[in-house]
């Protein structure tokens, strides 16, 4: 076991990959030589050669486009998109080649690909640099789509993704790169594509969140939890496929929500966790379910992002309302 940031777990997730997988390769815009925009690829193709970690030009629908035929052809890419609001060149390639080949194959051939796309806000960056979009690829029939919060989750999704026979969306959230550190394995180990993390237990209201918001998530909580109220905190942390059963299990014992994401409000992903609610646990609920989000406008430069982001105390907020109301 050894401490790391969350991005110090990716690179040794793809380290491992690499070095046990001669079928593993990475491409992306700028990975090889400099070891991509936030270095999470860093080291890596002085370590295994410029023929399995390799810099592409700045399309990001040949990126994909290129990640597809290998993975056809018997191969594991991983590519990396920069940015998620650089991803919608490469949404045609994704959502009509990569998700659907299996179906459209008739199971004759499968796409073992992994597409890594750092995602959020809070780092103060240019426009395009901090959307949050994840509802659009979770939308996608075909598609599997993880966003860990964690090191140890970072490294095991990462693995179970490159594992994975179909296609998978990696989100990686910015803001937690360099921002959290915990023990995690060294070895090889996978994290499964599918279930919540139940982070915190707790009986009279449950927090759902995933990737950066999770930050945010956990200092409401221990607020709470220093005026007397037992919170369970949920880390989604896998949006497709989504874990019905254990999102209506939590809010059958707590009888109360508060969803938390930094997307904007309308069509969010809040939205489907609510709707499970309504379905399935609607006679456990004792207050309406609240959405603390962003907003629904563009996503601000760098000295309005505080204003935009959801801070501790409006999920401190939101969740007193329902524990009072």
């Known amino acids: ?33 400099t070891g991509g925009v936030f270095r999470i690829t860093d080291g890596l193709r002085e370590k295994y050669g410029e023929d399995r970690v390799f810099d592409t030009p700045v399309a990001e629908s040949g990126i994909v486009g290129a990640a597809l035929g290998m993975a056809i052809a018997g191969l594991k890419p991983v590519a990396e998109i920069q940015f998620l609001g650089f991803s919608y060149p490469a949404y045609d390639q994704i959502i009509n080649h990569v998700a659907r080949m299996r179906n459209r194959s008739a199971h004759r051939f499968t796409v073992p690909m992994v597409i890594r796309i750092p995602f959020g806000g809070g780092i103060g960056a240019a426009e395009h640099h901090s959307e949050s979009t994840e509802s ?11 966003v860990p919060s964690t090191p140890a989750d970072a490294k095991g999704l990462l693995l179970a993704a490159i594992e994975d026979p179909d296609p998978v969306l990696l989100l990686e959230p910015i803001r937690l790169y360099r921002a959290v550190k915990e023990e995690v394995d060294e070895g090889d180990y996978t994290t499964p594509i599918g279930p919540i993390r ?47 059963d254990g999102i209506a299990a939590s809010v059958e014992k707590t009888g109360r929500a508060v969803i ?19 379905e399935r646990a609607l006679y456990s609920l004792k207050a309406p379910v609240r959405r603390v989000t962003g907003w629904d406008t563009v996503f601000p430069l760098k000295r309005s992002e505080s204003h935009y982001l ?4 409006r999920i401190v907020h939101a969740a007193r309302d329902i524990l009072e109301g």
Do not use: C
């Open 198 to 244: 139940v982070e915190r237990s707790g009986d009279d209201i449950t927090l759902f969140s995933w990737g950066a918001m999770m930050k945010e998530t956990r200092a409401a909580a221990a607020v709470l939890e220093d005026d007397g109220v037992s919170v369970e905190v949920i880390d989604i942390r896998t949006l497709s496929p989504l874990d019905r």
């Open 260 to 278: 938390i994401h930094e997307a904007p409000l309308t069509a969010g992903f809040g939205g489907e966790i609510a709707a499970v609610l309504a």
């Open 310 to 313: 959801p801070g501790v105390d």
């Open 1 to 33: 076991m050894s401490v790391v940031t969350l991005a110090q777990a990716l690179n040794g997730g793809l380290d491992l990959a690499l070095e046990k997988d001669p079928n593993v390769v990475l491409l992306g815009e700028d990975i090889g030589r």
């Open 136 to 146: 659009i690829y979770a939308h996608v029939p075909g598609l599997k789509v993880v």
